[in-house]
């Protein structure tokens, strides 16, 4: 099964790469790695999520949130490599979750991110992950995920 064909038995249908809110570049590759810089959960060029886990937003809010940044993650994968086929296998996830004082459940958020990966990837899915608590991040955002993904050269 083509991942494009398992995106489509998910009901998913990837969003164009969010274009950069700075002086960055999407991505950028190194031999057979591929670094993606922060993605925000943006939908239609509008953030889709504002506000802090444990104050604004729930567990489940934060879930949402993650993987939409993360489908916005691969959607730049794609732009870069041209087809989601070339993908061998995802790294390394980073996530940054913006929490209320107290919020200790970052893991957890950044679980909806971990769970679409491998409900879209198997095995190949699977990978190291940092679940990071942050003060702020850009935009208001509540989520920003960073991927590392082995592609075919």
Known sequence: ?????????????????????????????????????GVLPMKDGTLAFEGKLGRELTVEQGQEAARLAVLNALAVVKQETGDLEKIV???????HVASAPGFTLQPAVLNGASDLLVA??????????????????????????????????
């Open 1 to 37: 099964m083509t991942i494009e064909s398992r995106l489509k038995e998910l009901g998913i249908i990837l969003q164009t790469a969010p274009k950069p809110v700075a002086n960055y570049v999407p991505a950028v590759r190194v031999g057979e790695l591929l670094f993606t810089s």
């Open 120 to 153: 879209i990837f198997g095995e190949a899915g699977r990978h190291t992950r940092a679940a990071l608590g942050a003060a702020e991040l850009p935009l208001g955002s509540p989520i920003e995920l960073e991927l590392i993904v082995q592609v075919r050269v």
């Open 89 to 95: 296998r995802i790294v390394r996830l980073t996530g």
